[in-house]
């Protein structure tokens, strides 16, 4: 009986087998298909990517490229505006009448925060063009730090802050480039200047990690609430506040400061507390590697 039975289901098994196999098959054959779909679709999409990311490339080159001429451009009649108010502050052509001299002096700082503008416009068509050169030299930390503190004396016109620069201490002469490095030293010491009504601020240098330096401008000023840490170093961004209302600048020199410190090998940093003050740091190679 055992037998008989295993011998009719048998070919039953197989046709069975050989259906599901057919199935299979034909499955397989359709999961195939499916995924040669997908692969052109993938594809496809790759190619929009890359045709939009050279578009996009194309834009910002271009931008970069308007940013440059046009800054360029305003330069020269900049110039102008500024050698002749300077000619009539200096009374060149006689004397000027107290509310003349009132005006002249309104052209001329305008001009002069339209031509720091500019510069700093011109500096990051630059750096996103690629077109920074950086171009490294020994220095000693000292001649830095005398030459911004010479700088800065004539505009320390707020007698309640104190600007003080800490003498360097164990610091290596370094090498990297230092007109980059006083660009950005200079930009943090402004801003603390510009936003601390009373107290001091403070510029040190230390080493770190051996190879390392930071520096760190501290101030006693108004403070940056946490949530705008990370925005302040975007183009344009400002933070609102009653001091901010009555002083002028663009939102250009921290995210410029920042893109000089990447060139540099390094970065930057903020620490705040509103109220209390910031600390300005930047952390840069004591030895820029040749690229
Ligand atoms: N030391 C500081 N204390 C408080 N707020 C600061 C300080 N430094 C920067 N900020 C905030 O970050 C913003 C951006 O600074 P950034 O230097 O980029 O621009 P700016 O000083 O306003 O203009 P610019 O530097 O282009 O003349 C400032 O407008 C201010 O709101
Ligand atoms: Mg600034």
């Given amino acids: 009986m055992d037998v008989v039975n295993r011998t009719t289901e048998e070919p039953r098994d197989l046709a069975a087998a050989l259906a599901a196999l057919a199935a299979s098959r034909g499955e397989s054959r359709a999961l195939r298909a499916e995924l040669e ?7 496809a999409l790759y190619s929009e990517l890359e045709l939009q990311a050279e578009q996009l490339r194309e834009a910002t080159e271009l931008k970069s490229r308007f940013l440059a001429y046009m800054s360029h451009e305003f330069r020269t009649p900049i110039g102008s505006i500024r050698s002749i108010a300077r000619l009539l502050l200096d009374h060149v052509d006689g004397p000027l009448t107290p509310e003349q001299e009132r005006q002249v002096g309104f052209i001329q700082q305008t001009s002069a925060e339209f031509a720091e503008m500019v510069d700093d416009l011109l500096d990051l068509a630059k750096v996103e063009a690629g077109r920074v050169e950086i171009s490294p030299g020994w220095f000693e930390m000292v001649d830095l730090f005398s030459a911004l503190r010479g700088m800065f004396k004539p505009v320390l016109t707020n007698a309640e802050v104190h600007l003080v620069f ?42 770190v990690d051996g190879d390392r330096v930071r520096f760190c401008v501290r101030d006693t000023g108004i403070g940056i609430a946490p949530e705008f840490h990370a925005s302040i170093f975007e183009d344009y961004s400002q933070v609102q506040s009653s001091l901010q209302k009555r002083l002028r600048g663009t939102g250009l020199g921290l995210s410029l400061s920042k893109r000089l410190a990447e060139l540099l090998g390094g970065g930057v940093a903020v620490a705040s507390e509103p109220g209390k003050g910031s600390v300005f740091s930047l952390t840069i190679p004591a030895q820029l590697d040749a690229p």
Avoid at 171 to 188: A, E, G, M, V, W
């Fill in 166 to 207: 800490e003498e360097p201490q164990d610091i290596p002469k370094l090498y990297t480039d230092d007109r980059k490095l006083s660009q950005i030293l200079r930009n943090f010491v402004s801003n603390a200047l510009k936003f601390t009504p009373r107290g001091e601020v403070r510029v040190s240098v230390e080493r």
């Fill in 37 to 43: 779909e997908t692969n052109h679709g993938v594809l």
